[in-house]
């Protein structure tokens, strides 16, 4: 027995059990076709391994999470044109997830187990069919093709999971974005900031990204109404204390030299020195805490 680190890919039909008991010899002879064309081949290119089926599941390992999602979009994309071939009601909409951990390897057959595999499953099964949903260490290491971003799929309690574990879905870019970029979130999104301060008391704003997008020099937080888009009043906060912007890949927040100071976590922000801010974050803004969530 050994372990070793590897990017899990999870995959299984959705409505496999309805298109069974509507024609199992079909279904059975178009799942055997999709996986002699298009998971061998797709798996192969990506210099990754299938390690098994089961039914309708698969579970394959590659060496990075650059390659793992190379090939599940390579497999969706091949399923798309496989699924033209065939009748409607009879289409194979696959559910992909992509984990990257640890994992035990059985030295007698090669099959894997551990967290990383469970995670996988579990991740999987949160993604839309004919969709890819990943982990959020896959998403931080992977860039995606100029025609595909990644968009937040917030943080899900899963079975068997003792924490929680935040997905990011595989989609069609809404608009262009620079190559060798991700994109994290799409402009429908809406972020609401909420939290209290010392005292308890709760102070929030929201803001959609479409509407955040829109502003290239960004939006600022602060205690002044007629400075700032955003109001926290609060004597800690500086009258222009933070400006949020899109930039480049991500939702960035800056310190614009407040009295009191901001912080992404535990980490305090240097003014002028912008860091990216995701969904769960917490934010504070002096003696204000705030989360991030998305509506």
Known sequence: MQRRLAAIVHADIAGFTRMMEGSETR?????????????RPAIQAASGRLVGTAGDAMLAEFGSAVTAVSAALDIQERMSKFNDTIEPEQRMNFRIGVHLGEVIVDDEDQNIFGDGVNLAARIQALAEPGGIAVSRAVRDLVEL??????????????????RSVQIFH?????????????????????????????TKTKHSFEVTLEKLMSRTDGMVIGRSADQCEFVVAHPTVSRRHARLRVAGEAIQV??????????????????????????????????????????
């Open 170 to 198: 595989v989609k069609h870019a809404k608009s262009a974005v620079p190559a060798n970029t991700t994109t994290r979130m799409v402009p429908q999104v809406t972020l609401r900031f909420e939290g209290t301060d010392s």
């Open 254 to 295: 800056e310190d614009l030299g407040s009295t009191n100071g901001t912080k992404v976590g535990e980490q305090s922000l240097r003014a002028g020195e912008p860091m990216a801010l995701h969904a769960g974050d917490k934010l504070r803004l002096g003696d204000v805490d705030m989360l991030v969530r998305h509506l």
């Open 27 to 39: 279904t059975f002879r178009h799942l055997k076709t999709a996986q002699i064309e298009v998971w």
């Open 145 to 162: 093709r100029i025609e595909y971003a990644f968009v937040d799929g917030g943080e899900q309690t899963m079975k068997n999971v003792s």
